[in-house]
């Protein structure tokens, strides 16, 4: 147990250096929200691989000349495989070999309360989730995956394997419907529901390092922002007004593992809906381009030509 929470602290530090430059991404408000959201895989990956690809050219590579080591487990001729030692508090790996005995210990106590706070936290999620879906199984149903209830006071996604639309008593007659049902249907097609599963199950894992939870806030924000814009995309221009005007008319409200029309800031979000821009193909380009600059920026590892130690 020591040794597993030694390797997942290293990757926590790493995810938290991963989502701290995306966060300082994502202040470039020219950038749209749904090429943000691509950016976010990069912390949750960080926080949950620890193994990476050697990069001459990534973060890890310019952190190890200075705060880092990082352990090779396998050196190709392409490529290396690595893993990041942010803690440095071993001298030998696989098993682990502490440079003191008290690290030992350390590791090993604090790996056992990091299991039992991360199983309990898991284990509140999953029975809150089936409370929910629990409580909304007598919805009635409108058409279709569309249903409406008295027990939800936003428009909203519930469910992963079989999402369905669970609308509250006055959306019923809102001239606006048919743009609620788009947006909540745009959720289902890009999978958000699953997504923020994985998320909340992320930052259970790493409970201990704040910066997960703070990463759970914005990407949580940033996907209704994404959304928006995916179905702001396929509209018209007065269109985009009216699906404005339907933000306001929905109450604001607040959802843990549902994706709901109210679930983020009304204000930023009619902001940015008055504003939007549909992208050119050259801008896509110049941004798909930024992207993948990004992703190597910071999934590589260092690779075996920077200061390492060989397993």
Known sequence: MGDLFYWLFNMSIVGALAGLAVVLIRLIKRIPRRWIVLLWMIPFLRFLIPVGVGGKYSLMSLLSRFATRTVVIYEGELSDLTITNTVQAADRYFPITYKVDLLADVFHYAGIVWAIIAAALILAMVILYAATISELRNAEQLRDNIYCSPKVSTPAVYGVLRPRIILPESCRESKDLDLIVLHERRHIRRLDNL?????????????????????????????????????????????????????????????????????????????????????????????AALLAAIAYFLLTNASARSIVFRF
């Open 195 to 287: 997504w923020r599963v994985l998320a909340f199950l992320t930052a259970a894992i790493h409970w201990f390092n704040p910066a997960s939870w703070l990463f759970l806030k914005l990407y949580l924000e940033d996907a209704e922002l994404a959304c928006d814009e995916s179905l702001l995309s396929k509209l018209s221009a007065d269109e985009h007004k009216r699906y404005a005007h339907a933000l306001l008319s929905v109450r604001e409200g607040k959802t843990v593992f549902a994706s709901g029309f109210g679930g983020a800031k009304v204000r930023t979000r009619i902001e940015r809906i008055l504003s939007y821009r549909k992208m050119t193909a050259a801008s896509v380009i110049a941004f």
